[in-house]
């Protein structure tokens, strides 16, 4: 005699239904976020009109937001942002593509050679923490006031980031890695391109991000200080002639750069790292 068995339904944990509502919700995250960041940015401008236009800061000191976008439409209508800009642009990415060039092969041979990292670290390390200002007289000095220091600033104050960071990335891969490729008769070079570097990579990356916004402060204390040009050269002048408005918008103009070359190599080190996730 056989008896029909009654099949139970099929239930899912409470962690993997969470997971779930996660994933679907995960989409309208960005969204979300975007729409919080532009509301409070909306609101924080709002309340600093009202403060200035009704007197409770004085606009001497803090100007307004109406004034500063008119400041900033007027430098831009005379040609002189950008005039300065573009010799501010040559500088920086002049400045980083060689940093990048030298400090990420001399970084990770750093890491990966230990003679190596034994004769020049200290003298990296006593560079990574000395302020560029410090730098910059010396600088100055030997190359003069025009473009050549500050691509040097650029060049000094991202390198040594770029390398310190290039050299922590190999020291930290997996010795485990190293060794199971050398169980398959890898040689230095296979090794090197197959197991260090891309271990290394989402650290590397990092340092890319670090060296270039220390870069963006090199070039424009180098122009507040020795410039004949540049942005930082009209922050220095608005600054000295009591100019907030335009000061203010030449300050944002270059946070936003910071910020956008910031982002764009996070994005580069996402997708070139996707393999990580």
Do not use: H
Request: aromatic share 8%.
């Amino acid at each position: 005699m056989t008896q029909d068995v009654q099949e139970l339904p099929r239930t899912t944990p409470p962690r993997v239904q969470r997971a779930q509502v996660t994933r679907k919700r995960r989409p309208w995250l960005p969204k979300v976020r975007a729409r919080f960041v532009l509301g409070s940015v909306i609101v924080v401008l709002a309340l600093w009109q009202l403060a200035g236009q009704t007197g409770v800061v004085d606009v001497m000191f803090t100007s307004t937001p109406s004034a500063i976008l008119r400041a900033g439409i007027d430098m831009i209508e005379s040609g002189e942002l950008w005039a300065n800009a573009q010799v501010t642009l040559f500088e920086y990415f002049i400045g980083l593509v060689l940093a990048v060039v030298v400090g990420v092969p001399v970084g990770m041979l750093m890491g990966w050679k230990l003679r190596l990292r034994q004769t020049f670290e200290p003298a990296l390390v006593a560079l990574y923490v000395t302020p560029s200002l410090a730098l910059l007289p010396l600088v100055v000095l030997a190359l003069g006031i025009g473009t050549a220091s500050k691509i040097a600033m650029v060049f000094i104050e991202a390198v040594i980031t770029i390398a310190v960071n290039a050299m922590a990335g190999i020291r930290e891969t997996d010795p485990k890695l190293v060794q199971a490729a050398r169980a398959f008769c890898a040689n230095d070079r296979a090794v090197f391109g197959k197991v260090l570097f891309p271990s290394a990579l989402p650290t590397i990356m990092a340092g890319l991000r670090l060296g270039a916004g220390r870069g963006v402060i090199a070039v424009i204390v180098a122009e507040l200080y020795g410039g004949t040009e540049g942005v930082g050269l009209l922050i220095s002048t608005y600054g000295q002639n009591f100019s907030i408005a335009p000061l203010l918008f030449l300050t944002l103009v270059v946070a936003i750069f910071g910020y956008a070359v910031s982002s764009l190599l996070r994005a580069i080190g996402t997708a070139t790292t996707s393999w990580k996730r």
